[in-house]
Structure formats: structure tokens, C-alpha cells
């Protein structure tokens, strides 16, 4: 009798515990463990496509939470690449599908942050160069929230119902990853979700707030060689040639007029000459220059148009020099490096918005600027956007330096940068307790 009566007892005690969980008491929790791992993986940064370490940890820790977990999952178009894609599945009877996804790789960057756990990883890259490794983007950042989320989301299955699917996304920074996933099955051997979420540390907004953008909110990017070819010659003989370095010139200025004169204005775009390269000597006018073109835009129609008018601007400032047709430029948008634009659904934007302001304070979530950076996390809606997919930003900044930098106008390091180093406690607290809220809303009983 003393037994059963000690058990109700316990049981009764317990009750008000497991009530008690939320998204910000479990966050509180797990932030010292996840902190120790986010300083581990800060310390051992993996290349994209080599991302093996990473991988096995974020493996490890979802089949801790309660996942089913399949590692090396994708399927790279380029021949004999490793894909370290990692899947995990938890179920929760029927209701919706919510997948969430975080990215693994990290940059050829020397890390220059200061931080007792910085990177001092060198490695060989794909064309067999010495570079040091950094998480510049902040991925450490969103792996660490990643854990912590499936490990919340496991011990509050009295409030959802469903299938969350969790993605560990190689090769972010290259392009592709997202891809492999998605040729590999994503949305076949894994139930297709019904909504999509992400996120994104943020080097712009203080810690403890979140950002939003409803619509477009990365750009399509689209990377493009143009080669123009003249014929060569002496530096002192400039009429005995057709110069490619002046064509070449003439082309960089008049695609500016494609933004200027081409554009609706409130449709934009950025064509950025990264890289021209022509000729060997003083007084040698070369055979040709090649160039290489990052293009952005937001909307399909605009990206045909552009890269459109990219070829025929080329080709035009090539015909009017009297370029013979046999040496016209050569322009080719490298299909396997194409990023499509990020679209944030609006009603779900709306509705995971609404959750974020509860969760956080109203006054912590903030509309953000879209940006004509790029991010792959698009793929993960389809082209035709049949998947409603949210991308979140999360601060990372000391609210302290991110107010000194709006009133003196001094820029912080920015993402990729040498010197960018998250306030990782309170960013990774914040992205949790986001997440989880939001993952809440969509799969609620």
C-alpha cells in the first residue's frame, strides 16, 4: 500500500514537471551541452563535400533525440564526390510533415576572431591548395540549434502530432548539396513534407531578436564565363588588331545599362564582373580575355532577360568592332552552379511570425531587408514553390556593438568574413526556442 500510494505520489509530483516544459525551459536546459558541442565543431571545420566529422556527429546526436537516422545520403552530379547527407526521421502518429534543415560546411577562410575556440584547421582543398578552414557563415551555429531542436521536439510529443524530417545538408557554400539530396530521394524515400523550415544566424541583427522576410528573400545566382576573342598583336600596332582587353572593357560598362535602361526598376538586379583576365606583356595585344560574371536576380522572367541580354551585348560590342563571326564571344551560364531564388511563403511567413512574437516578444522579431546574396535552401520548395518553406535569421551580434554600428555606421564583420564570430549562447538559446515554437504551430494537436 506504502509502494502504490508513494508511486501516485510520484507520479502527481512529476505531473507539474513535465507541464512545465516549453521551448524556453528546454533550451535553458540543453544550452551548456550544446555549447560544448558548437565550440567543438567551431574547432574541427569540414570543407563542403567533405563534411565527414560533422556528419557523424549531427548522426549521432539525432538518433540520441529519437530519430531514424540514414547517413551519406546524395547523389552529386559530379562523378566520385562522398555525399555526407544525413536524414533523420521523427514520428509521432498522423499529421503533418515538417521538415527542418541545417547546413555542415565550412569555408577556406583564416580565422582571425580572437575566440579562445578558433579554428587553426588547414587542409587541402579540391585543387590540392593549402587553406585554412573556418565557420564563417555560422553552419556551427545552425548544426548546434539543429540538435537542440530534435532534442526538444523529442521530449514534447504530448504537443504535436506528425512526422518532422530533420536535414543535415552538405556543400552549402559550393552549390549542390541541397540538389544531391533531392536526386538521392529526399522526397521519395522520405515522406514529402508539407512545409519546409530554416534558418540563419544573422551578423547584422542583435542577439535575442529574430528576422523576418515575407516573399523573396535570397536571389537567384547565376555564375557566367564570357570569353572575348580578338585577334592579337603588337601594343604598337592597335589597327592591325581587334583588342579584346578594350571589348572587353566596352562590355563591362554597357551591361550596367542592362540594370539601368533594360530593368523595371523595381525588379532587381546585380551583374558583377568577379574576375577579368587578358594578355601577358606590356606591348602585346592578346588573342583574349575571359571574364567571369556573378548575375542576381529575384523573379524567372527577369533572369531569362538578363542573361539574355548579357550574350546579346557581347556579341554586339564584338560585331560593332568588326570581330569577324568565326571569333565572336563565347558566353556560357555554368548550369551546375545555378542557385535559385529563396521564396518565403507568405501565409506561412504570417503564421510562423505570429508564434515567433509569442515565443520571443513582439519587439524581438524584426522585418528584414531581402538581400541579392544566395542560399540553397530553396531547392527544398521546388521551382514552382509547391512546398511552402520559411527561412528565419537569427541575431548574432552583441546587442551592445550592433547599436554602436547603427548609430556610428561602422560595419560589422559580415558573414564570410575572417573576424565574424557569433555571440553563440544567447544565438543559439534564440534559434531554438524559434524553431521549436514554430515546428509547434505547424504540427499542434
Known amino acids: 500500500m506504502k509502494i502504490r500510494l508513494f508511486s501516485i505520489a510520484l507520479s502527481l509530483a512529476a505531473t507539474p514537471l513535465l507541464a512545465q516544459q516549453s521551448p524556453q525551459t528546454l533550451a535553458d536546459a540543453e544550452l551548456p551541452s550544446l555549447l560544448t558541442i558548437y565550440k567543438d565543431l567551431h574547432l574541427h571545420p569540414e570543407l563542403s563535400t567533405h563534411e565527414e566529422r560533422s556528419a557523424a556527429i549531427v548522426a549521432k546526436e539525432l538518433k540520441a533525440a529519437g530519430c531514424e537516422v540514414t547517413d551519406h545520403v546524395g547523389k552529386y552530379d559530379k562523378p566520385g564526390l562522398t555525399s555526407f547527407g544525413v536524414i533523420g526521421v521523427m514520428k509521432n502518429g498522423a499529421g503533418p510533415t515538417v521538415a527542418i534543415r541545417t547546413d555542415l560546411d565550412a569555408l577556406p577562410v583564416h580565422e582571425e576572431t580572437g575566440v579562445p575556440y578558433a579554428s587553426t584547421v588547414t587542409t587541402k582543398n579540391d585543387a590540392g591548395q593549402e587553406v585554412s578552414v ?9 548544426m548546434s540549434t539543429f540538435i537542440g531542436t530534435a532534442r526538444a521536439l523529442g521530449k514534447l510529443k504530448d504537443k504535436w502530432q506528425g512526422t518532422i524530417i530533420f536535414i543535415g545538408q552538405p556543400a552549402e557554400e559550393t552549390v549542390g548539396g541541397a540538389r544531391a539530396l533531392l536526386k538521392d530521394g529526399l522526397y521519395t524515400r522520405w515522406p514529402k513534407p508539407d512545409y519546409v523550415l530554416g534558418l540563419h ?12 522576410t515575407e516573399g523573396y528573400c535570397y536571389a537567384n545566382v547565376d555564375s557566367v564565363d564570357v570569353t572575348v576573342r580578338g585577334v592579337g598583336g603588337h601594343g604598337a600596332y592597335p589597327h592591325k588588331t581587334k583588342d579584346p582587353v578594350v571589348l572587353a572593357a566596352e562590355m563591362v560598362t554597357a551591361w550596367q545599362t542592362i540594370a539601368s535602361r533594360e530593368n523595371n526598376p523595381i525588379d532587381p538586379i546585380v551583374i558583377t564582373v568577379g574576375s577579368i583576365h587578358g594578355g601577358t606583356k606590356h606591348n602585346i595585344i592578346s588573342d583574349e580575355v575571359k571574364m567571369q560574371l556573378t548575375v542576381r536576380t529575384y523573379k524567372q522572367e527577369v533572369r531569362d532577360r538578363v542573361l539574355a541580354a548579357i550574350e546579346r551585348i557581347a556579341k554586339g560590342v564584338a560585331a560593332t568592332a568588326g570581330v569577324p563571326d568565326d571569333r565572336m564571344p563565347i558566353v556560357q551560364v555554368e548550369k551546375d552552379q545555378y542557385t535559385p531564388a529563396t521564396y518565403n511563403n507568405p501565409e506561412l511567413t504570417k503564421r510562423v511570425t505570429a508564434t515567433l512574437k509569442t515565443a520571443i516578444g513582439a519587439a524581438n522579431v524584426v522585418v528584414k531587408d531581402p538581400t541579392m546574396g544566395g542560399e540553397d535552401f530553396s531547392e527544398y520548395s521546388l521551382p514552382d514553390h509547391s512546398i511552402p518553406a520559411f527561412m528565419f535569421n537569427v541575431g548574432a551580434v552583441d546587442p551592445a556593438k550592433a547599436a554602436e554600428s547603427k548609430t556610428t555606421g561602422k560595419p560589422l564583420p559580415s558573414l564570410h568574413s575572417s573576424k565574424f564570430a557569433p555571440v553563440p549562447e544567447p544565438t543559439i538559446r534564440t534559434g531554438m526556442i524559434g524553431m521549436v515554437s514554430a515546428v509547434l504551430e505547424l504540427m499542434k494537436k
Open 201 to 212: 544566424d544573422d551578423a547584422e541583427i542583435a542577439t535575442g531578436q529574430i528576422g523576418v
Open 134 to 142: 573556418m565557420h564563417a557563415c555560422g553552419h556551427d551555429i545552425h
